[in-house]
């Protein structure tokens, strides 16, 4: 090939690159959406193997989360009847079930209110012994119907469906990025010598500024995560909160 059918050939790779690149941003991969269904299969057969689905495709991309979007139906085997779930499959090739109907439609959502108050008001107790300024905790709890009845209490002990997340909202008033880390610091301990099993852990410290209240920092940490001044955002710099 002649040079200057190389750079022929550099100059038409140049100019489609953005194109493409802007293509896939909106409207995803052909990989990712082929692999979005397998994937989808796959899962279905690991996770419900006595249910009959269809998989209706091909795969929609929606830009917004990022996911590639399938329904399944589920035929009932001794009744015939049909029940439609939508399914989220995340990942640039389409690898990871981000988003189960079948799963969300079975969640215990009473239960799971009533576990939350419960555990909202332990955990806040227990910060707020460490950290004076913590005002309010509100924590996520994932339970199926029928795995516990109504009276149950909750308790760190239980068996859910997945770990904990936990939001914490501070008093951020003269706070600096330093106290924020060192705030993180004393919660990851506390909650990790109470042995809480959670996957996360989010502050919110909050001012009153101007007759509002916004946030000037927020962070989030992992239950064994080491917490830095990565772990810290500036929030709100337009408002001059820095």
């Known amino acids: 090939m002649t040079k200057r059918k190389w750079l022929y050939l ?15 941003a909106f409207e ?17 057969e690991e996770t419900y193997p006595d249910q009959n689905f269809v998989i209706h495709g091909p795969a929609s991309y929606n830009f917004k989360d990022g996911g590639y979007h399938l329904t399944a139906e589920e035929i009932d085997k001794e009744t015939s009847d049909r029940k439609e779930y939508e399914f ?24 799971m209110n009533k576990f939350e108050r419960e555990a909202n008001k332990e955990i806040l107790e227990k910060l707020q012994l ?10 996520t709890i994932e339970v199926l119907e029928g ?8 308790h760190k002990d239980l ?19 330093d106290d924020i880390v060192e705030i993180g610091k ?3 301990k506390i909650l990790n010598d109470h042995d809480y099993d959670y996957k996360s852990a989010t502050i919110n410290s909050r ?6 209240v916004m946030l000037n920092y927020s962070a989030g940490f992992a239950k064994d995560e080491e917490i830095t001044k990565k772990n810290v955002d500036k929030e709100n710099k337009e408002h001059g909160l820095h």
């Open 10 to 24: 550099i100059i038409i790779v140049a100019l489609a690159t953005p194109v493409l690149l802007l293509y896939f």
């Open 28 to 44: 995803g991969n052909p990989i990712g959406k082929f692999n979005a269904k397998r994937t989808l299969d796959k899962h279905l």
């Open 88 to 111: 989220s499959i995340v990942g640039i090739f389409g690898t990871k079930v981000h988003y189960d109907g079948i799963y969300f439609e079975n969640l215990d959502q009473p239960l």
């Open 130 to 139: 460490g950290i004076p300024d913590v005002r309010e905790v509100q924590v």
């Open 147 to 154: 795995t516990y009845d109504w009276n149950t209490k909750w």
């Open 159 to 177: 068996e859910l469906e997945e770990p904990l997340s936990i939001w914490v909202a501070i008093d951020g008033e003269n706070k600096t990025e």
């Open 186 to 188: 004393i919660m990851q």
């Open 207 to 212: 001012i009153n500024h101007e007759g509002s």
